[in-house]
């Protein structure tokens, strides 16, 4: 059964349930209507719709909530819009990590106590990305690197198959040992990235550069639009890893930046500026002509059963009724009534 229908069916069994009670209620209180109401037994005329409202008050009330519950949730991210809007074709975005997997990125001399592994300082670094960018227009892919590189995850719209590859994937295990080939890494990215739409992929290599000599870089595609290098590692103590001493290298990468158009960021001590990022963040306004959708209409109906349930107790109470006893009765003091006990004895 759909969550539509489901909902629907409780909105009734509520509303049911609410006219039972009203017609209990009234076969109550008719007996006692001239002590209730005064001489004339009835309440003012606007009241016999009152039983109609709360009815339908609670009916709405019952179908808004349950709708609400049973619905497919729509997920609010960082940018604060849902996972479920559509996005325009030509607002999409696209977001390639390049990462270093190889065994000098376990090396930990990281973050403010430098005592943070290389990798996991790269983890750090791209969770405080995906905090500030427009996830709902952003196509993910990743792709690792080690003696050779490979496409793990490719145009997704789940931050959290990003998340698996970072938190300690151990794919490093599905490569031949040797020397780390970062070229190899843009190679790969770019033959993935080749036939995607012109300025549409900002790539992020992200490295403690420790690699093997190169002389001639790729040719990246025109759908790169920017070359982002987080750069991870401590650039002045190196550790001896396997058999050289690792440290960032920052000459390379800086080569690196300035040979392929892009802009090096050493993040191993600090994020990546805002600024940086502020294409990445725009949210583009939602496509026209989609109108009230059922959740919407499930927020009114939750919103008007309220404020009907709320405000009717306050206008039977002020002006359900003509009559007033406490003006057409006034009531007498003790002292005023022994005195007047006193004077009939």
């Known amino acids: 059964m759909s969550p539509l229908s489901l909902a629907v069916g409780i909105g009734l069994a509520v509303a049911l349930l609410t006219a039972v009670a009203e ?4 076969l109550r209180w008719r007996p006692m209507s001239r002590l209730l109401f005064g001489p004339r037994g009835r309440p ?21 909530l349950a709708y609400l519950a049973l619905a497919e949730p729509e997920l609010l991210e960082a940018t604060g819009s849902s996972e479920t809007q559509e996005t325009d074709p030509q607002d999409v975005q696209r977001v390639m990590l390049v990462l270093d997997i190889s065994p000098s990125m376990n090396v930990a001399d990281s973050g403010l106590k430098q005592s943070m592994r290389r990798r996991d300082r790269v983890y750090e ?39 698996n590859v970072l938190d300690n994937l ?17 190679e790969t990215a770019g033959e993935l990235a080749k036939d995607w739409p012109p300025q549409s992929t900002t790539l992020f290599l992200c490295t403690d550069g420790d690699t093997v000599d190169f002389n001639e870089l790729p040719q990246l595609p025109r759908s790169i639009r920017k070359l982002e290098i ?22 390379v990468l800086k080569r690196l930046a300035a040979e392929l158009g892009g802009t090096y960021h050493n993040v191993n001590q600090q994020h990546m500026a805002t600024s940086a990022l502020a294409d990445l963040a725009r ?63």
Request: aromatic share 8%.
């Open 23 to 26: 017609y209990w209620h009234r």
């Open 125 to 163: 670094v791209i969770e405080g990305v995906l905090s500030r960018i427009a996830l709902t227009r952003t196509r993910f892919s990743v792709v690792v690197f080690f003696t050779s590189a490979r496409p793990v995850v490719v145009d997704a719209t789940d931050t959290a198959l990003v998340r």
């Open 283 to 345: 949210v583009p306004p939602p496509l026209p002509g989609k109108g009230l959708q059922l959740k919407d209409l499930a927020r009114i109906a939750v919103g008007l059963g309220a404020a009907i349930l709320a405000l009717l107790p306050l206008a039977l109470q002020y002006g359900g009724s003509s009559w007033k006893p406490h003006r057409e009765l006034p009531a007498r003091s003790p002292r005023t009534a022994d005195l007047a006990t006193g004077e009939n004895g």
């Open 44 to 64: 003012r005329r606007w009241t016999d719709a009152a039983p109609v409202l709360r009815v339908a008050a609670c009916g709405l009330l019952g179908w808004g």
């Open 170 to 186: 151990p794919l490093v295990w599905s490569f031949k040992p040797g020397e780390t080939d970062l070229v190899s890494g843009l």
């Open 230 to 251: 987080l750069a991870v590692g401590d650039p002045m103590i190196g550790t001896f890893v396997g058999n050289h001493d690792s440290r960032q290298q920052s000459g």
